[in-house]
């Protein structure tokens, strides 16, 4: 395979033209990035033009993708703001600095969207995918339509615990169509950014993939989106919450984390881009003796109910450390849906309720504070 450089691109996006001129001479291709045969670069144009460049984009990211060598093309539209700096170019993302409240699209991203929640953690392992995919499977059984885009770039796993094999595919040939498991719509970044790609270069490829998840899929009419975010409060995670319109965030912790304040991180994070915290969720919080039924605390075990109290946010509850809760998740047949009357399950629905009922507090506030349409 031939190598790609930055000067092949850039003489290939000067063919793509924006009115009599091509972006390259007008200074709108930014941010350009090459990494092993991996490609991302913004688009930038003024606010006022927005959405109406998507074909130019397009164009740019078809032209550079079919260049021999390349493996992937990544090309996110944006817009300049008043100051001339690009909001979320993937190069500020890439460089650790992430830019206050991007704006990439004009318009809302999935206009059939009601709600999304973020649910996050302060480390990896602490069982944030399997209670992301327990809480979506609550809120289906409740009747609600659920969605799932899995952000986790480090290690996606919300297909297999929904039983999803396959690749993505596109019934129109131009969005993908969600992937389907036990009723839920989903989509994972494991389908778009290579596994095997190192750490420093997943960072720009999350921010863009987490758009292309918003943009080029259909999820249709949802009450509500989950997305099961990277773990960790660094500059990756903190542009990925300013990148989605979020209704709220859950965070989930062991009590473990909790002693080491990564869960007070999390809860930083979210109010550093105004995103409410609906609570958080203490896991592998106790276990029971298989043999006796007794109940056993795990160290430190409570501390999540005591931290949020300190930090003046909601304690969600508590889910049991259960090989049958790991058994079920990790095989595609989460306890939710796999054993719906058991304690466990019972335990994820209340939660799953409160955390309903919070975000659609938050989103009637949402629209109170609209200002009224006077005919
Ligand atoms: P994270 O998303 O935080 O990295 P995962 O949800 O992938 O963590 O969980 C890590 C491992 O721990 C998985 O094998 C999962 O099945 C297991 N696990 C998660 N929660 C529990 C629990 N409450 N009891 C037993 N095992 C659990």
Excluded at 76 to 92: H, R, S
Aim: glycine share 10%; proline share 7%; charged share 20%.
């Amino acid at each position: 395979m031939s190598q790609i450089n930055e000067e092949i691109i850039l003489e290939t996006l000067a063919t793509v033209m924006d009115g009599d001129q091509n972006i390259v001479e007008k200074g709108m291709v930014q941010g350009l990035q090459v990494q092993d045969g991996h490609v991302i670069f913004a688009v930038v144009v003024p606010p006022s033009v927005g959405s109406q460049a998507e074909p130019v984009r397009k164009e740019a990211e078809e032209k550079v993708h079919a260049l021999d060598g390349v493996l992937s093309a990544t090309v996110v539209l944006t817009a300049e703001n008043e100051g001339g700096q690009a909001q979320a170019a993937p190069q500020a993302a890439a460089q650790g600095a992430p830019q206050k409240a991007p704006q990439q699209h004009e318009g809302p991203l999935m206009p059939g969207v009601k709600s999304i929640i973020a649910v996050a953690s302060g480390k990896g392992g602490v069982g944030k995918s399997t209670t992301t995919v327990n809480l979506a499977l609550a809120l289906s059984a409740k009747g609600l339509k659920v969605g799932l885009l899995d952000a986790d770039i480090y290690g996606p796993s919300v297909p297999r615990m929904l039983g999803i094999t396959g690749d993505p595919t596109s019934s129109d040939g131009q969005l993908l169509d969600p992937m389907v498991g036990h009723g839920i719509k989903c989509m994972s970044i494991g389908f778009l950014v290579e596994e095997e790609s190192p750490v420093i270069w997943r960072g720009p490829m999350a921010q863009t993939a987490l758009v292309q998840m918003m943009r080029d899929v259909k999820w249709g009419d949802l009450d509500v989106l989950m997305i099961d975010m990277p773990p960790g409060t660094g500059d990756v995670q903190l542009t990925m919450a300013q990148q989605v319109p979020l209704t709220g965030a859950v965070i989930v912790s062991t009590p473990q984390d909790i002693a080491l304040l990564d869960a007070r991180k999390g809860l930083n994070m979210f109010r550093q881009v105004d995103v409410p915290v609906l609570g958080i969720v203490e896991n592998m919080s106790y276990f029971e003796c298989p043999k006796c039924g007794e109940r056993t605390d795990v160290f430190s075990h409570g501390g999540a109910k005591e931290e949020a109290e300190l930090l003046q946010m909601d304690f969600l509850g508590e889910i049991p450390l259960d090989i049958k809760i790991r058994e079920t998740s990790d095989g595609g047949h989460p306890i939710v849906d796999s054993d719906p009357d058991s304690p466990h399950a019972k335990a994820y629905t209340a939660i799953a309720d409160t955390v309903w009922n919070k975000a659609c507090e938050k989103l009637e506030a949402k629209a109170a504070a609209m200002p009224n349409i006077v005919q």
